[in-house]
């Protein structure tokens, strides 16, 4: 006989001892099972359970009903069961009842209207039942917010720092802009200062004056003939401008000396100069500071020059006079 | 053991089940003190077998005394005012008080306990056992083990429901 088959059997012999409708001698022996036997007694009592629950649904009929009426209920204790039964069936009743029409319910502490059990109970199988996909899907849908998270933050810190970095550029930047410009206001203020001061020097200065020029033109000297030429130098007088007049332009280049005619030394040399004709005349000019010069006389040595070498052609004597 | 005994007087529609149960089980103990040990039987088995011999006592007093009024008194425990032993009626107020009561005794169990024992109880015939199947495979337990725990919270929540109720 299939397993299911003999449970069924032997529910219903468990069944009909509970009502009372087995004979005496085997409800003798079920007697002896439900005090000796562990397993049997604890069928019996789940048995017990569903005929009361049963009873309480109204769903027994026939003879089970009548029995159950006739034999079960005798007794007190078992009279209890059945109301407790009902209470506890009434009290899913009574939740469910008010779950649907979401009114105020006696809320026994974890129990739930029929319905959302079921839903509840679904729901559960969602998290207890070892749905491995899903909660390997949970798991890394987890890590992946956790990872993206934790990307976004350090991103997010990071141009954050970068935003401070050029804000703090731009206003190093902004500082070194106003100080080149204060800078500049200086120096603006100090050229402003410098241009007054100097206008104001310049009208304090005396008007800038015309040199003072002498100018003489000397003769080579000839033998025997009379004093030296006379060079009136007056007082105030910058420069002594002289011109030796040549008997022959013999040489590309000449120089002229001043030698002080009582020591006999050299005073001044000229740089090399060229000859220049003005009017029938062919010369050299120079141009002696008038301090150099005391009131005595001199000699002008005129040097032909060719080369490296210098030859004496003419000697100009002359004689200063201070006034 | 107590608790079977207690039944096994009670299908024999013993008036005291819980006397003859404590007495069944005070004899076991008071051979268990003479003789250090039962032999020839389980201990379950040798508890049926005074519990046989306290019932036979017990019928023969009966028969030889006939019931008496305090016997009508003490069996009726909190529903001593029912009128008719196949239909017992119940007033609202002896209801509510046992709802009451089943409300404080399910808070006193743990969650678990509590869930199971509810959602246990739920539905009829086919979609009661599909709905235990259901259980028993959730919680990785046969039907049997199922059951067994589900009597066990329930037989916690009776007891827990009577002394409530008897308290009131």
Redesign the interface.
């Known amino acids: 006989m299939p397993s299911a088959d003999k449970q069924r059997l032997n529910d219903l012999v468990l069944s009909r001892y509970?009502l009372?409708s087995l004979p005496a001698e085997e409800a003798e022996r079920l007697?002896?099972l439900?005090?000796?036997?562990?397993e049997f007694?604890?069928?019996?009592?789940?048995a017990e359970?569903d005929l009361v629950?049963a009873y309480a649904?109204g769903?027994l009929s026939g003879d089970a009903l009548e029995q159950f009426?006739?034999f079960y209920?005798?007794?007190?204790?078992?009279?209890?069961?059945?109301?407790?039964a009902r209470?506890?069936?009434?009290?899913?009743e009574?939740t469910a009842d008010a779950g649907a029409r979401a009114t105020t319910r006696?809320a026994?502490?974890?129990?739930?209207p029929?319905d959302q059990?079921?839903q509840s109970?679904s729901l559960?199988?969602w998290f207890?039942?070892p749905r491995l996909r899903l909660q390997w899907g949970f798991a890394f849908a987890a890590v992946a917010l956790l990872f993206g998270g934790s990307y976004l933050f350090v991103e997010n810190e990071r141009l954050r720092h970068q935003a401070n970095e050029a804000r703090n550029q731009q206003i190093a930047l902004n500082q070194h802009a106003q100080e080149l410009e204060k800078q500049l206001d200086e120096q603006r203020s100090t050229n402003a200062s410098t241009v007054k001061e100097l206008d104001r020097l310049r009208e304090t200065l005396p008007p800038p004056r015309a040199l003072k020029i002498v100018a003489a033109l000397l003769l080579p000297q000839m033998r025997g003939v009379g004093e030296a030429p006379t060079v009136s130098v007056p007082p105030g007088t910058d420069q002594v401008q002289l011109r030796l007049q040549l008997e022959s332009n013999d040489f590309p280049a000449y120089q002229v000396a001043l030698r002080d005619s009582v020591t006999n030394q050299v005073l001044w040399r000229s740089a090399k100069l060229k000859a220049k004709l003005q009017g029938d005349a062919v010369g050299v000019s120079i141009s002696l500071a008038a301090s150099l010069l005391k009131q005595q006389n001199y000699m002008l040595e005129l040097y032909g020059a060719a080369g490296t070498s210098a030859e004496l052609m003419a000697s100009y004597p002359f004689r200063v006079v201070l006034k | 053991m107590r608790r079977r005994l207690v039944r096994y007087f009670d299908f024999r529609n013993c008036p005291f089940p819980d006397d003859l149960a404590d007495e069944t089980l005070n004899r076991v103990a008071r051979k268990l003190e003479e003789k250090g040990e039962i032999v020839g039987a389980t201990p379950a088995h040798y508890c049926y077998i005074v519990a046989r011999l306290v019932l036979l006592e017990s019928v023969r007093r009966r028969d030889h005394d006939g019931p008496s009024l305090d016997d009508t008194e003490r069996s009726g425990g909190v529903l001593a005012s029912l009128a008719k032993p196949s239909e017992p009626a119940i007033d609202t107020a002896v209801k509510e008080r046992l709802f009451t009561c089943l409300e404080q005794c399910l808070s006193k169990l743990r969650t678990q306990e509590r869930e199971l024992i509810l959602e246990y109880y739920q539905g009829i015939q086919r979609e009661k056992i599909e709905r235990r199947s259901q259980m028993a495979a959730q919680r990785g337990l046969t039907m049997n083990a199922l059951s067994i725990r589900a009597c066990r919270i329930r037989t916690k929540l009776e007891a827990c429901v009577k002394a409530c109720s008897e308290e009131t």
């Open positions: 509970l009372g007697d002896e439900s005090v000796a036997d562990d007694a604890l069928r019996l009592d789940a359970n629950d649904r769903e009426q006739k209920l005798s007794s007190p204790r078992r009279r209890e069961k059945l109301e407790f209470t506890l069936l009434h009290s899913g009574r006696h026994i502490p974890g129990a739930k029929t059990t079921s109970s559960r199988r207890t039942v």
